[in-house]
Each structure stands twice: as structure tokens, then as C-alpha cells.
């Protein structure tokens, strides 16, 4: 009888849990990445055209000589593929770099040319396009970032 009670228990909270997970951002959009969420995709491919295209390429591609630092100071907008850096950062590293801009994140010494998008993009809309970039990733690059994000 024990038994069933404890499990009963346990279930519950497992849909709770669930439920309060899914509830999402203000504007009801998932709080997290899925790139196997076409809905959430497509909204996404269309706030990165919006947004993030204009310096990261409208092919994800970056700006030409990303690596080379600018007369001006900081770097050119990276790519957003495979063949960039993005994919070696966590979720939550990517979230903040996006939410925040970054010169937050950023030794102060370093001058960012990456803006925060906190007043432009509510936090839903921000997983949405970082569920766009994932999905353009192939999957073995795609199962690596995963596994670096529930790690870190
Ligand atoms: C005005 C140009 C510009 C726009 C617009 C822009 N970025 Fe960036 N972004 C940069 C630059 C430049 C960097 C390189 C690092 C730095 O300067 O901080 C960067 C870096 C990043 C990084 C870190 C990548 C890495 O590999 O370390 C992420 C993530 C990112 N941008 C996401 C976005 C997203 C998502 C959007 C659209 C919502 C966007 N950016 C719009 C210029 C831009």
C-alpha cells in the first residue's frame, strides 16, 4: 500500500514538474531549445532574418574574416554554422550571450561588438532562434552541444 502511495506521489510531481516547465515566458513560448520543434523553428528562422542576419550572415556564414579583429576594435560577427564557434557553448551560454550582449560576459578589456537583445526580444523568442540556429546543424554536432549543455 506504502508503496503505491509513494508512487503515486512521485508521479504527480513528475506532471507538476512538467507542467510548470511547459507554462513558458509571459508570451506562453517555451523556455528552453528544441530544434525538432518546427513551430518553434520557423518562428525563430524568421526573427533571425529580423535580427541576427545583418552581421551573422543570412546563411549563418558570419562576416567575412571573422578571426581577424577589426581596425576599430573587436571581432566581425562569427558564424552561426558548424564551421564557427557557437556550437562549442553551452545553452545557457548562448542564451546570456544573446539576452545580455557582450560586453556583460566579456573581460572588460575586450571591447564586444555583439548587442543584447533583452528589450528587442522577449526570452521565448530568443530560444526560438537559437532553436532556428541548432537545427541547421548537423547531427552529430547538434548531440555534442546537447550533451556539453546538460553538463555545464
Ligand atoms: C551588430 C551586429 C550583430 C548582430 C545584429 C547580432 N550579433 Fe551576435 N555577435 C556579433 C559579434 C561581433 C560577435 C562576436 C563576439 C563579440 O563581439 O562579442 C557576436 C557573437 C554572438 C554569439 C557568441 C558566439 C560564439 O561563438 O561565441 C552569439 C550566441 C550571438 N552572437 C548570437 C546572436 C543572435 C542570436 C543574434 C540575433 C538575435 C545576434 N547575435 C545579432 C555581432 C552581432
Redesign the pocket.
Known sequence: MMKWILLAGVVTAAIIGTGIYNLGGGDGLPLRSDPDNQTQVAMGKTL?AE??A???GAKLEGQRNWRKPLAAG?????PHDES???WH?PDAM?FR??KLG?QQL?PPSFK????G?EDA?SDGQIWA?LSYIKSEWPLKIRRRQTRMSQTR
Open positions: 533571425y535580427n541576427c545583418s552581421c551573422h573587436g571581432l566581425p560577427a562569427p564557427g564557434h557557437t557553448h548562448l550571450y544573446t557582450g566579456v564586444s561588438n555583439m548587442p537583445f526580444l532562434v
